[in-house]
């Protein structure tokens, strides 16, 4: 099947930083990618839908200037946690369909 | 987009039939019916989908009443592997946002 790969798998960065996430689909191309954050014992949440050269939607509630999406490629959407604090330590997953809907592996971003 | 409800845990015990059941009483007609399973600290995986009927791939079976409010995942002989959450998720095909519920956690045991 598809396969969506997600780089760092792992990441810890200080209060204050900025980290990128980078989402790739590796035998398809993706025009609309998602991105989703779980907390612990939690269910996914849909944080937005990045759109290939155009703006990402953001859900409800999610700050889009603290959660940058660029998606400049068919295959290539990333994620940027700007001025991350240690609230914004998750899991944060993304997501791309080719009919059924393929996510990559995670990563997992602890702030300090 | 359609809410589903699944029991939040079930319990099991090696080479016995699991069966989960979802319901989506608002299912519309274009919405298909997906499952996925999440082990811890990895990415959801593809279980099966189907519209209606039945559906049975190599590893489970998805059974769909006529009017689509609900569906059952089927799986059989599970085993300790088998321990991971359980997402049944409706929307339609395309490229539309799939948005998850609670989930139902699954425990196998020895």
């Known amino acids: 099947g598809a396969v969506v790969s997600q780089h760092p798998s792992w990441v810890i960065c200080k209060s204050g930083t900025s980290v990128k996430i980078e989402c790739r689909s590796l035998?398809?191309?993706?025009?609309?990618m998602f991105w989703y954050r779980q907390f612990p014992k939690q269910s996914l949440m849909l944080m937005a839908t990045s759109n290939e050269g155009s703006k990402a939607t953001y859900e409800q509630g999610v700050e889009k200037d603290k959660f940058l999406i660029n998606h400049a490629s068919l295959t290539l959407s990333t994620l940027t946690v700007t001025s991350a604090h240690p609230e914004d330590s998750s899991f944060y997953i993304c997501?791309?369909?080719?009919?059924?809907?393929?996510f990559g592996q995670g990563t997992r971003l602890t702030v300090v | 987009l359609a809410k589903t409800t699944q029991p939040i845990s079930m319990d099991s015990y090696e080479g016995q039939e699991v069966n989960i059941t979802c319901s989506h009483n608002n299912i519309a007609t274009n919405d298909y019916i997906t499952w996925y399973q999440q082990f811890p600290s990895q990415g959801p995986r593809f279980i099966i989908q189907?519209?209606?009927t039945k559906v049975t791939n190599e590893v489970a079976s998805l059974f769909i009443p006529a009017d689509r409010k609900s569906s059952t995942l089927s799986l059989p002989r599970v085993s300790l592997s088998d321990t991971a959450v359980y997402y049944c998720?409706?929307?339609?095909?395309?490229?539309?946002?799939?948005?998850f519920g609670a989930g139902t956690r699954l425990a196998v045991h020895p």
């Open positions: 997501s791309a369909r080719q009919g059924e809907a393929f």
């Open positions: 189907g519209y209606k």
């Open positions: 035998d398809f191309q993706a025009t609309t």
């Open positions: 998720l409706v929307g339609a095909g395309g490229y539309n946002k799939l948005i």
